[in-house]
């Protein structure tokens, strides 16, 4: 997703400038007030695999990706985003709460987790990849798709995998005013970086550079969270296959038409302007879709809030 920068923030605000020791000032604030956050999310960190059974299944080139099943009642996929895998992201916590009322499936994406990767990188083997799981459901599933994984699911429904609804959260197809903003750049430095072994930088530059998180919260992570950031660093060389998923318009243009399930598209009143409008344009875009924002939410997915929307929405048969 894109940055949010400077000019852009000034041409809709229009603030007065701000002395540099107010600017460090602040940034320090932000940090402090970002630490206990961090430690609080280490702290709660969840074991997807301890909760249901482990297995793994063979994508049609070959790829072994692993899944976890929990929970019984009709299937459900979810897809997670970029940096998420089994151990890491929501789905340790989504997915129980789900589980209460469905059957539901957890995958590692591919190059993540216990997953493998078989090079060249392609939509097409990441869309059969998510077809495998869906088999694994026995054919047809609900799916709920999150950031860039929601973008994975369009592509899978629009090419005919077997969907009966998909609730997709927060899909990031940003735009720079009435264009799209293209991810070939930042991809190209990602595979640079990963290609020269700085794994932290590609972490870094993702975070700061694509994503918009402030500096001083990315310099204080892989200090507040360790482990995190060592899994974040573990599937970096995956965030250009989130850059190629989310750069890819056409399931929102000439193959909208091919995406008629019943689609619940989901966004954060906090979120960012460009996402909310992202949200917006998805729900538009798709034939049988509606959109729904979220008081006080943000594009970090908080399961208790979504957990009942997903439950109600796939009961609604």
């Not at 000019?7 to 604030?29: D, G, I, Q, W």
């Not at 890491?88 to 216990?114: C, M």
């Not at 890819?248 to 954060?268: M, Q």
Request: charged share 20%; net charge positive.
């Amino acid at each position: 997703m894109r940055k949010i920068t400077a000019v852009e923030v000034k041409a809709h605000s229009a603030p007065r400038a701000v002395p540099r020791r107010r600017r460090v000032l602040l940034f320090t604030a932000i940090v402090l007030l970002a630490i206990p956050l961090l430690v609080t999310l280490h702290s709660k960190e969840k074991t997807m695999q301890s909760l249901g059974e482990n297995r793994v299944t063979i994508s049609r080139d070959g790829t072994q990706i692993a899944f976890t099943k929990v929970g019984s009642g009709p299937p459900v996929v979810l897809v997670d985003g970029a940096f998420c895998y089994r151990e890491f992201g929501p789905a340790p916590e989504l997915a129980p709460l789900l589980a209460q009322h469905f059957t539901v499936f957890v995958y590692d994406r591919r190059g993540r987790g216990e997953s493998g990767d078989t090079p060249p990188y392609a939509i097409e083997r990441e869309i059969d990849d998510l077809r495998a799981i869906v088999d694994e459901a026995g054919g047809m599933a609900d799916v709920v798709g999150v950031s860039s994984g929601a973008a994975l699911a369009l592509q899978a429904v629009a090419n005919g995998v077997n969907v009966k609804k998909l609730v997709l959260y927060e899909p990031p197809y940003v735009t720079n005013g009435d264009r799209p903003n293209s991810q070939g750049d930042p991809k190209i430095h990602l595979q640079q970086l990963v290609s020269a072994g700085d794994r932290a930088g590609g972490v870094k530059f993702f975070l700061a550079d694509v994503v918009g998180v402030p500096r001083p919260i990315v310099f204080a992570m892989p200090w507040f969270m360790r482990s995190n950031w060592k899994k974040m660093e573990q599937v970096v060389h995956t965030l250009p296959y989130d850059l190629t998923i989310s750069d890819d318009r056409s399931v929102l243009k000439e193959r909208s038409a091919s995406i008629s399930v019943p689609t619940l598209v989901l966004g954060g009143e906090k979120s960012p302007t460009v996402l909310r409008d992202a949200v917006s344009a998805v729900a538009k875009a798709l034939p049988n879709a509606r959109s729904q924002f979220l008081a006080r939410q943000d594009h970090n997915l908080s399961a208790p809030i979504v957990a009942p929307l997903v439950v109600d929405f796939f009961n609604q048969r």
